[in-house]
Structure formats: structure tokens, C-alpha cells
């Protein structure tokens, strides 16, 4: 009887993991859906802000604009003749919408080989790395959301280039919109 309560338990805490937060225009409530035993959202959060100097708002509006915090969120397909699928555009997946290589070098400079980018402690981690190695390189400050975000979508390279075509500039005017966002609300919510 206590074994079946275990893995009844278990069994719910994996399925409220598996799919996005119903409110994510809301950085409390996200947190208050993910306040799990196992899988605490807001202690990872702090954990990877902690580690890296990068604001939980940011770290969380990075998230919101690339997979509207869907564990298994990929890019869309590609097709042939408009109607056969065909492969991907990017090999992006996970909260972080990390790319192959660029997670692979994560893991690599972090040693967390086990790291996964459908779990949310991870996804923000690296996502807290990058911006970090944005800070570093491209020397971008911690708190500035916006060129945050363009060297997170453009890769280093890129932002050192200026490449900021398709529309990006206006996807990091949102990430940053929502980093404001979630910073007040953050406050008054005390997380």
C-alpha cells in the first residue's frame, strides 16, 4: 500500500513536469505551479542566478520567448513540395531552445555530462552559462536584457557581427519587456 502511494506520487510529479506552466506571463505563478518536492522551480532558478550573476527575470524571460517554457519544444519542420515533413530548420530543443553543439560545449565546459534540455534546472543553468559567456566575450552587462538576448539568439559570433536580421531585435524588445515583467512581479510576490 505505501509503495503504490510512493509511485502515485511519483507518477503525478512526472506529468506536472511534462508540460508547460498554464500562466506564463506570470513569473509567481510559474513558480507556484512548479513548487514540486523534486523539481522546484524557483530554487533552481535562484541556484543558476547565483551561480552565473544573472537575474532570475532574465534567465526566466529567456525561457518565456524561445519555448514558452515547453520541456520538449523544437523549431518547426521543413518541407518538401509544402506537404511532405522533411528535417528541422535547427537542431534547437528543450526550455533553452539549445542548439546541439552549443549544449555539447555547455557540458563540456561544465563537466554536468548528464545535463538534459528538457529538464528545467539545466535548461536554466545553461541558459545562465551563456549569457554569462555573453557577458565575457562580447562584454554585454549582466542586467541588460535586450543585448543579453540578441547574443543568446545570434551566438557570440554574430552579435560581434551584428547580425541581426529576422526580426531578432524585435524578439529581444520582448524578451526584455518580460524580464521588467517578471522582475515586478517577483518582488511582490517574494520569491
Not at 29 to 35: H, K, L, P, S, V
Not at 65 to 92: D, M, N, T
Not at 153 to 166: I, M, P
Request: net charge positive; aromatic share 14%.
Amino acid at each position: 500500500m505505501r509503495n503504490a502511494f510512493y509511485i502515485a506520487l511519483l507518477m503525478m510529479s512526472l506529468t506536472a513536469c511534462a508540460s508547460a506552466p498554464s500562466r506564463i506571463g506570470d513569473a509567481c505563478a510559474i513558480f507556484e505551479q512548479r513548487d514540486g518536492l523534486f523539481n522546484n522551480w524557483a530554487r533552481q532558478a535562484r541556484a543558476a542566478s547565483r551561480e552565473y550573476g544573472v537575474p532570475v527575470p532574465i534567465l526566466m524571460a529567456t525561457i518565456y520567448v524561445e519555448s514558452s517554457f515547453r520541456a520538449r519544444a523544437r523549431p518547426p519542420r521543413k518541407y518538401v513540395l509544402g506537404i511532405i515533413p522533411w528535417g528541422r530548420i535547427s537542431s534547437a530543443y528543450g526550455y533553452a531552445q539549445a542548439l546541439d553543439g552549443t549544449w555539447d560545449g555547455y557540458r563540456k565546459s561544465t563537466g554536468r555530462w548528464a545535463a538534459s534540455r528538457s529538464d528545467f534546472g539545466d535548461a536554466i543553468r545553461f541558459v545562465g552559462w551563456y549569457h554569462h559567456q555573453s557577458h565575457i566575450r562580447n562584454n554585454i552587462p549582466l542586467s541588460d536584457t535586450y543585448n543579453l538576448y540578441l547574443a543568446y539568439y545570434t551566438g557570440h559570433g554574430g552579435y560581434e557581427r551584428g547580425q541581426f536580421g529576422g526580426g531578432v531585435r524585435q524578439t529581444a524588445k520582448k524578451s526584455a519587456a518580460m524580464a521588467a515583467r517578471y522582475e515586478a512581479q517577483l518582488r511582490r510576490c517574494g520569491y
